[in-house]
């Protein structure tokens, strides 16, 4: 069984950092691509940013490219992200995830190729 905990959330002023982790068990970690996921009052929840199973492919929806860094240590079984220069848009529950697919990036940025999710941490951004 998947179990997945977010950790990390929390109130930020415009302009300045968090960094969120997740930790993973009950499956091999290493052999799976990681998802973050968010979703704000009243919006679906939308894709922010992927991570290949070997850690050194990366993907970032547009919005938060250039700000947000996604890592992954395999031996430990965690992922992080990194949030620089939060805005108040970026305020949200965020979700990691993980990858439905054995060592596949099918459609990494789509929330349905994702079968094991966390329980969520807010991050909220004040202007």
């Known amino acids: 069984q998947v179990q997945l905990v977010e950790s990390g959330g929390g109130l930020v002023q415009a302009g300045g950092s968090l960094r969120l982790s997740c930790a993973a068990s009950g499956r091999t970690f290493s052999s799976y691509t990681m998802g973050w996921f968010r979703q704000a009052t009243g919006k679906e929840r939308e894709f922010v940013a992927a991570i290949g199973w070997g850690g050194s492919s990366t993907f970032y929806a547009d919005s938060v490219k250039g700000r947000f860094t996604v890592s992954k240590d395999n031996a430990k079984n965690t992922m992080n992200l990194q949030m620089n220069s939060l805005r108040p848009e970026d305020t949200a529950v965020y979700y990691c995830?993980?990858?439905?697919?054995?060592?596949?990036?099918?459609?990494?940025?789509?929330?349905?190729?994702?079968?094991?999710w966390g329980q969520g941490t807010q991050v909220t951004v004040s202007s």
């Open positions: 995830a993980m990858h439905r697919g054995y060592k596949s990036l099918t459609r990494y940025y789509t929330r349905n190729e994702y079968d094991n």
